[in-house]
């Protein structure tokens, strides 16, 4: 079945280093990929989307490129900030199936340091 | 403004009692979801739904039951056969067109705890 796998965390910067936080997925068919981050409390918010290979989604400094030979879709962000502090979590919607659903990774905890 | 709409935010549940967490949406989204995350992990899906009167089990239904009467609504009860029950609790809706659904709007979430 379909699956998504992504960087074990936590992951602990100092501000303005480069992030990049892996993810690579398993679908059947043609999936759209979803970033989402969650702040302590509070529920997901999407960060950004692709929908079709070579695809640049792009939100707030993040980018993160749907590359279909590699079956990734790695976020990047190249200078972090304090406030980026939360959990990542990449995500793929791919077509029918059984079930329909969202398919989640287990999320990436990122600490940013002043 | 459109949005999902979760109440209450924190829940306190006696042992042994059932509990309903409310989900409403004004999206007019047809599908709709309950994930449930326990400290330091991913999201697991408790049950979802993709059109009014019509609902599917997740991966970890056991011990939750839903009904969908309404587009905009989609309870969840928490009943006393779920045996670890304390969690944060996560409701989203999306629309589902060409068979496969769009991105999710998520709720501010529910912390349900037993006490």
């Known amino acids: 079945g379909d699956s998504v796998t992504q960087m074990e965390g936590p992951v602990t910067l100092s501000e303005e280093a480069f992030l990049t936080i892996n993810c690579t997925y398993t679908?059947?068919?043609?999936?759209?990929l979803f970033w989402y981050v969650q702040y302590p409390g509070e529920g997901l918010q999407l960060l950004l989307k692709?929908?079709?290979?070579?695809d640049k989604g792009s939100n707030k400094g993040f980018e993160a490129t749907y590359r279909k030979e590699t079956t990734s879709f790695h976020l990047e962000k190249g200078s972090v900030q304090v406030s980026d502090s939360a959990v990542y979590f990449c995500?793929?919607?791919?077509?029918?199936?059984?079930?329909?659903?969202?398919?989640f990774g287990k999320g990436t905890k990122l600490s940013v340091k002043p | 403004d459109g949005g999902i709409t979760q109440s209450p935010k924190y829940l306190f549940r006696k042992e042994g009692q059932n509990v309903t967490l409310s989900c409403e949406q004004n999206?007019?989204?047809?599908?709709m979801y309950w994930y449930r995350q326990d400290p330091g992990q991913g999201l697991r899906l408790i049950y979802y739904?993709?059109?009014?009167?019509?609902?599917q089990k997740g991966d970890i239904a056991e011990g939750y039951s839903v009904s969908r009467e309404k587009k905009e609504s989609f309870p969840l009860t928490v009943t006393s056969a779920q045996k670890n029950p304390t969690a944060f609790y996560l409701c989203?809706?999306?629309?589902?067109?060409?068979?496969?659904?769009?991105?999710?709007?998520f709720g501010q979430g529910t912390r349900l705890t037993v006490v």
């Open positions: 989203a809706s999306s629309i589902f067109e060409n068979r496969r659904n769009t991105e999710a709007f």
């Open positions: 679908a059947t068919g043609y999936p759209s």
């Open positions: 692709a929908t079709k290979a070579d």
């Open positions: 995500a793929l919607s791919d077509h029918g199936g059984s079930q329909g659903n969202l398919i």
């Open positions: 999206l007019n989204h047809d599908a």
């Open positions: 739904s993709q059109i009014v009167n019509d609902f």
